[in-house]
């Protein structure tokens, strides 16, 4: 690659950022020095002429621990924009999701097909289903990506939820309102309702997954008797420093902004880029973080533990104890669990469970033959009844039961307490699995009264 490709450019930018690190920390950073006004945040001229605005995602008056805002210094106010208007929702579905029946079936999916050229990551974006109501702020949704093209003169911000995007193959770099995010497969990137964001592609494409949370914004588990540290750390966590695009650049041009409300995609073209915050400070801000630096917990004596000490962010709703949508995943880890099934047990859930796959092999699923693959995806919905296949139960039954590490395998699942249901694109898939539940077929009778 020459020096002036576009992308071994976004590379190099995205391998030199610098970040603050900190999951919910009041974290402040100026793009030019002196940006940031001191002892106020609307003083009545804020410094070198920019406008002071507050950005909010949580009610002014929730309970503190739990309030998310930030100020943000920029060059004009968002305010200042011309009418928006309908442009084609594309391949994006919103809840309620009321286009297919909710089905009790188990569904899995490949991955997505290879998108037209040109496709950018906003147009590559293709929902799976979902739950709740997005004009309710309840539910979540969940869409996978497929894109060649990095997003140019355009940029996204969505109302309806928050974006827990999951690379699973290509780096991305985002450039949001609050500075540049450098995500590659294996880190997860949480954008805040409302956050203006461009996606470039670091490589050919750009493929992986999307958690849209129409709920309360994620946060960090409780830790509860495992006491003061572990699971995610939130020093793991990177927020981005200020960096803003300034119309007085040369190269500067028309944007498109598109956003998306309750559902529905809507756009203005903007003469000025609204990535153009100087300086900020606050809670909402946006995160990066390696799934690798997950400090993994599990049995040291005997038998399988429930998947919720895997959980990396949750959703809570306003039932304690029940998210609206955990993230979950499934990191390298030793299982040592003595006269013990250590595959993920046989099961029936309230929760519905959709689980990807980044990289390797899931240990309750044979490797291989285009099961569950990196990229595809599987949903068990509420009751329905899964776990290890017929091949992995054989063989987890006789093995011998030494220490054992399980590497290379990085999986995930969106768990939430109402049922998915899928959109007409997803159950009509030619990518939807034929035949899921032969991998369950074969589990014999050994029952020897
Ligand atoms: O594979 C699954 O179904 C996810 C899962 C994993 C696990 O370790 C225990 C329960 C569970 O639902
Ligand atoms: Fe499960």
């Not at 450098?182 to 470039?200: D, K, N, Q, S, T």
């Not at 990396?312 to 949508?325: E, K, M, N, W």
């Amino acid at each position: 690659m020459s020096g002036d490709d576009p992308r071994d450019h976004a590379r190099k930018t995205a391998e030199g950022l610098s970040y603050l690190t900190g999951f919910g920390n009041e974290h402040s950073s100026e793009a030019v020095p002196g940006a940031l006004p001191h002892g106020r945040n609307s003083p009545q001229r804020a410094p070198l002429g920019l406008y002071a605005e507050q950005l909010s995602g949580t009610a002014f008056t929730e309970p503190r621990a739990h309030n998310r805002r930030s100020w943000l210094y920029r060059i004009r106010p968002s305010a200042a924009h011309p009418a928006f208007t309908r442009v084609d929702n594309g391949a994006i579905r919103t809840a309620p999701f009321t286009e297919a029946v909710p089905d009790p079936n188990r569904l899995r999916w490949n991955p997505l097909p290879e998108p037209a050229p040109g496709t950018d990551w906003l147009a590559g974006l293709w929902t799976l289903g979902g739950n709740g109501d997005a004009t309710q702020r309840t539910g979540m949704a969940v869409h996978l990506y497929h894109a060649n093209s990095s997003m140019t003169d355009r940029v996204f911000s969505d109302a309806d939820g928050e974006l827990l995007i999951v690379p699973e193959h290509g780096g991305l770099l985002l450039r949001t309102e609050f500075g540049l995010l450098h995500a590659e497969p294996g880190h997860v990137a949480l954008i805040p309702r409302g956050v203006r964001f461009r996606v470039e592609l670091l490589d050919e494409s750009a493929r992986g997954y999307v958690c849209e949370n129409y709920g309360a914004v994620f946060q960090l588990p409780d830790l509860g008797p495992i006491g003061a540290n572990g699971l995610a750390n939130a020093r793991d966590f990177k927020a981005p420093v200020a960096a803003y695009e300034d119309d007085a650049d040369a190269a500067a041009g028309p944007v498109e902004v598109v956003n998306k409300f309750c559902g529905n995609l809507w756009s203005a073209t903007y003469d000025h880029s609204p990535l153009d915050v100087v300086a900020w400070h606050g809670n909402h801000v946006p995160y990066v973080y390696d799934l690798r630096r997950f400090n993994v917990i599990g049995t040291i004596s005997y038998d399988h533990p429930d998947p919720s000490i895997f959980t990396v962010l949750t959703s809570p709703s306003d039932t304690p104890g029940l998210a609206g949508v955990d993230f979950v995943v499934f990191a390298p880890r030793w299982l040592v669990g003595e006269d013990t099934f250590r595959p993920p047990y046989f099961h029936r859930n309230v929760m519905s469970e959709y689980m990807g796959l980044i990289e390797g092999a899931y240990d309750a699923k044979a490797a291989g033959k285009g099961g569950f693959v990196p990229g595809g995806g599987s949903l068990h919905n509420m009751m329905s009844a899964h776990g290890p296949d017929h091949e992995t139960f054989e063989r987890a039954s006789a093995a011998e039961l030494k220490p054992q590490r399980i590497d290379d395998s990085l999986a995930f699942m969106f768990e939430t307490r109402w049922p998915v249901t899928a959109t007409e694109q997803a159950a009509r898939a030619t990518h939807l699995q034929r035949g899921y539940d032969d991998v369950w077929q074969g589990l014999e009778r050994h029952f020897r009264p």
